[in-house]
């Protein structure tokens, strides 16, 4: 698998492939069964001029490429996206992002480049963002860690943060202050971070940074920064106080390197919670004593 997460769930707008210069495919996003109809594994090998229309295209690296191509019931679709080079294991590859711009076209002709780009920032938008807390999603960041992974060779730092007791604040209080909490850690994570720093909500109470060209002690700094913010946060007597368990962890090089950086982010962020668990713990019998 050239794809090292599992990207883009079944519902993403986002098409994308990773082939050879000849256009024979190497990879598709898991959503290829649902957007285009057709069996994934079915297609892994083909060219993909085997699902265009438009077969005559030139597949030369660039910001803009558009798509015709036609689904299993033989509707014609429109695409817009980017084509990028890469190489893995030595093997000159290229990877193919497209949106579906089909039902903002006129009459089967393209619109101006504005309104494509315009759609295209409002499908990013609602396909790469958290509503509720405003950071990026996980599809956004299981994406920018794909391209890191495979594009991009740069040092990398990675910050995992987890907002304890959610569960019990929900069941306790509802989900609103839940909600709440999570909207205020949300803006603790993200006070402290500067330029090509990317913070995402990636799961229930779950959230991640990603700082590129960074050294190991911006990360340190990055790191001890949210939790002092944590501190601060907790100073001003809020409803329910934020507690956030942090790990962090360094790369000098993001090739091939995401999911080791993830889970020693992960275990060491686990480590802190248990530690914190266990003060807890000894304080509540040291009163009760």
Not at 100 to 129: A, C, H, M, P
Not at 147 to 165: A, F, Q, R, S, T
Not at 194 to 200: L, V
Request: hydrophobic residues 35%.
């Amino acid at each position: 698998m050239l794809f090292q997460s599992n990207i883009l769930d079944t519902f993403s707008r986002e098409l994308i492939f990773i082939m050879d210069i000849k256009g024979n495919i190497k990879e598709i996003s898991p959503n290829f069964d649902v957007l285009l109809g057709y069996c994934r594994e079915c297609h892994i090998g083909k060219n993909i001029r085997s699902l265009m229309i438009n077969t005559d295209i030139d597949f030369t690296p660039r910001e803009s490429i558009n798509l015709i191509l036609k689904n299993k019931d033989e509707k014609t679709l429109f695409y817009d996206g980017w084509l990028n080079q890469f190489y893995h294991n030595g093997e000159e590859l290229l990877i193919l992002s497209a949106i579906n711009i089909t039902n903002y076209l006129s009459k089967g002709e393209k619109s101006d480049r504005n309104e494509i780009r315009n759609l295209k920032e409002q499908l990013e938008r609602l396909s790469y963002y958290d509503s509720l807390t405003g950071l990026y999603n996980r599809n956004f960041i299981e994406y920018e860690m794909d391209k890191l992974n495979l594009l991009e060779d740069v040092p990398l730092g990675m910050i995992i943060c987890d907002l304890d007791n959610l569960k019990v604040i929900n069941d306790t209080f509802g989900h609103s202050e839940g909600d709440y909490l999570l909207q205020q850690a949300a803006g603790i994570i993200k006070e402290p971070l500067g330029e090509n720093m990317t913070s995402g909500r990636i799961g229930g109470d779950e959230f991640i940074v990603l700082l590129k060209n960074v050294t190991r002690d911006k990360v340190r700094e990055i790191y001890e920064r949210i939790s002092l913010g944590v501190i601060k946060h907790n100073k001003t007597a809020p409803r329910i106080a934020v507690e956030i368990s942090i790990g962090y962890s360094y790369t000098e090089s993001s090739l091939g390197a995401t999911k080791e950086l993830f889970k020693a982010a992960d275990e060491q962020m686990y480590i802190e919670k248990k530690e914190r668990h266990r003060r807890h713990h000894k304080e509540i019998i040291s009163k009760v004593i």
